[in-house]
């Protein structure tokens, strides 16, 4: 199979940054070193669709390395590095994606990487899942399983009709949600807001629309920044949460009146939309961190404008009827991947951990599971955390016997 990347050329910076990251994924590197002597997935071909910067092609050549075949696709236009690509590629990786493509180059390079057959797959928003259950349903005799890295993929997951294969939520494991989707959405959203407008958060009014794992890290982080917080929900207990943990609470329509900055992050549609944009401020920016580009209306912010044009690399500017200007930033998609690097190495290291010990799983327990989304076993996530802190050089406390015949009593 022959790939289709931007430039083959740039494989050099590609290399660079995937050395970068090793440094910093000790989880990674020891499942590389245990895995690529046994080689567990030998004969298998292994289709991955994630954001291809140089956190997620460390895991491809992982699973390489341990055996796999590997095809790779982007989940989303604006994510894939081409440098990164092309370093993939040449590492003997079959990639298919490269930046800022079509939404037509995007649906075709995910069928090109089906078209391998795939035994397993890693998704990443459940394009992948959707597409064989959707259009190519010939595949699903042949796939074992496989897991879902996101919020909005489960949130696919589970509304399908009838899964027809076993899959892991890997998102809903304990060493996932509670470091990427809160530290490492908090950090990277903030990361790819301020080297996109070059402009302080201390003293700005932040919405954050959506109470979550990753709206408590962009909350939480925006807090830290200096700025005033204001929280929009659907749900009562988040909205308590939200409460206790010292944010004001509002409905988007009161909230878009102060907002300087809003932050989607809820893996719903049209969160804000033509009535919150007739009330926003004068020079008031819009930015999103859910998986699709679906939460801030782009079609209803373009219908009310009377001009649009890009004013600055991933700021486009809608001039309002009444003069006022409202951004948007990174085409309403992922900001943290469109105008950033993505989460940091440090984090992603646990949830790829995640996804390559849910893979294995299924590699190894497959006949026996059900077509149904699983949780992965706990005693993975303890594995994942161990090996962590043993790089991290932190030691815990253990149980005495007498402690553990006590709990065992109680």
Not at 106 to 132: Q, T
Not at 232 to 254: L, N, S, Y
Not at 360 to 368: F, S
């Amino acid at each position: 199979m022959e790939s289709m990347i931007r430039d083959i050329k740039l494989a050099p910076s590609g290399h660079d940054k995937i050395a970068w990251v090793k440094n910093f994924m000790p989880v990674l590197r020891s499942i590389d070193e245990e895995y690529s002597k046994t080689k567990p997935f030998a004969g298998k071909k292994v289709v991955i669709t994630m954001h291809l910067e140089a956190k997620t092609a460390y895991l491809a050549l992982v699973f390489k390395n341990a055996g796999a075949e590997v095809i790779a696709t982007g989940s989303n236009p604006l994510s894939t590095q081409d440098d990164v690509v092309a370093a993939l590629v040449e590492d003997g990786v079959t990639v298919y994606s490269w930046y800022n493509c079509t939404n037509e180059e995007y649906d075709m390079f995910i069928d090109k990487a089906l078209d391998c057959n795939p035994d397993m797959i890693i998704d990443d928003g459940g394009d992948l899942v959707a597409r064989i259950h959707n259009e190519r349903p010939e595949l699903i005799d042949r796939i074992i399983g496989g897991s879902e890295e996101t919020t909005t993929g489960v949130i696919r997951l589970k509304a399908l009709a009838e899964l027809k294969v076993p899959m892991i939520a890997a998102n809903d494991a304990y060493c996932k949600y509670l470091f990427d989707n809160r530290y490492g959405t908090g950090q990277s959203t903030w990361d790819g807001i301020m080297r996109t407008t070059n402009l302080v958060i201390a003293g700005k009014t932040v919405v954050i629309a959506g109470y979550g794992w990753c709206g408590k890290g962009g909350a939480m982080r925006a807090k830290g920044l200096g700025a005033n917080v204001v929280i929009t929900e659907v749900d009562p207990i988040k909205a308590i949460e939200a409460v206790f943990d010292g944010f004001r609470v509002m409905p988007m329509e009161e909230a878009a009146k102060i907002g300087d900055i809003f932050l989607t992050l809820t893996g719903c549609d049209n969160v804000i939309n033509e009535k919150h944009f007739a009330l926003m401020k004068d020079g008031a920016m819009m930015a999103n961190s859910g998986h699709f580009d679906v939460e801030i209306n782009k079609v209803d912010l373009l219908k009310n404008s009377v001009s649009h044009r890009p004013v600055r690399k991933n700021i486009e500017e809608y001039v309002q009827k009444d003069g006022r200007k409202l951004y948007l930033l990174a085409e309403g998609r992922l900001v943290n991947l469109a105008a950033g690097d993505g989460h940091p190495a440090e984090i992603m290291d646990l949830s790829f951990g995640v996804q390559f010990f849910s893979a294995l799983h299924i590699l190894n327990h497959h006949q026996e599971m059900e077509n149904k989304v699983y949780l992965m076993p706990e005693e993975i996530n303890t594995k994942i955390a161990q090996i962590k802190l043993k790089a991290l050089g932190v030691e815990l406390d253990e149980l005495t016997e007498e402690q553990k015949a006590y709990l065992a009593k109680a």
